[in-house]
T-cell receptor, first 112, second 111 residues
Framework: QKEVEQDPGPLSVPEGAIVSLNCTYS??????FMWYRQYSRKGPELLMY????GNKEDGRFTAQVDKSSKYISLFIRDSQPSDSATYLC????????????FGSGTQLTVLP | SQTIHQWPATLVQPVGSPLSLECTVE??????LYWYRQAAGRGLQLLFY??????ISSEVPQNLSASRPQDRQFILSSKKLLLSDSGFYLC??????????FGPGTRLTVT
């Protein structure tokens, strides 16, 4: 079993839809959670970072963490064609090097 | 905020040839630095990380090596490339927090 599981999609939605992206994890030591957006042939871009259970909102994006269920989500409201990308969840434990463990990514297409 | 540079952006190399990819970081000091490889349609695989000059930790036994000759310079090398070394190579940086920031990547094709 992988430490982090992420539905690879692909996911296709109409413009304006609410998108829900999800990851589950098995390692209860994970304390820090991130979502990255990666456009084709580009490096990943940090979207959201959180370390506590609950919701964190930034514009059209909301990151949700449920540590008791070992489940994290990213919600995108009013999705736009420019949101079309691969979304990667990542998480880490405490420690000096803070290596990240990534999900395999979900490919999202927002249709105009 | 930091800026991460990687070069070259694209590289096509024959099997058996050497490799040197460079990553430099601006706007921060004493960062943790990371090399990842991303194969087509797959997630990111951590290859090496460094917490300081000359300090390298290897995550995956392979045909590659890494060096950190300066605080903000991280180099990925190989003496003889294999076909399986093809992929998208990403350098990342972590400062004081837990989040990592990525460079633009180098796309390597071994022929």
């Amino acid at each position: 079993q992988k430490e982090v599981e992420q539905d690879p999609g692909p996911l296709s939605v109409p413009e304006g839809a609410i998108v829900s992206l999800n990851c589950t994890y098995s390692n209860s030591a994970f304390q820090y959670f991130m979502w990255y957006r990666q456009y084709s042939r580009k490096g990943p871009e940090l979207l959201m970072y959180t370390y506590s259970s609950g919701n964190k909102e930034d514009g059209r994006f909301t990151a949700q963490v449920d540590k008791s269920s070992k489940y994290i989500s990213l919600f995108i409201r009013d999705s736009q064609p420019s949101d079309s990308a691969t979304y990667l969840c990542a998480m880490s434990v405490s420690g000096s090097a803070r290596q990240l463990t990534f999900g395999s990514g979900t490919q999202l297409t927002v249709l105009p | 905020s930091q800026t991460i540079h990687q070069w070259p952006a694209t590289l096509v190399q024959p099997v058996g040839s050497p490799l040197s990819l460079e990553c430099t970081v601006e706007g921060t000091s004493n960062p943790n630095l990371y090399w990842y490889r991303q194969a087509a349609g797959r997630g990111l695989q951590l290859l090496f990380y460094s917490v300081g000059i000359g300090q390298i930790s290897s995550e995956v036994p392979q045909n590659l090596s890494a060096s950190r000759p300066q605080d903000r310079q991280f180099i990925l090398s190989s003496k003889k490339l294999l076909l399986s070394d093809s992929g998208f190579y990403l350098c990342a940086c972590r400062r004081q927090g837990n989040e990592q920031y990525f460079g633009p990547g180098t796309r390597l094709t071994v022929t």
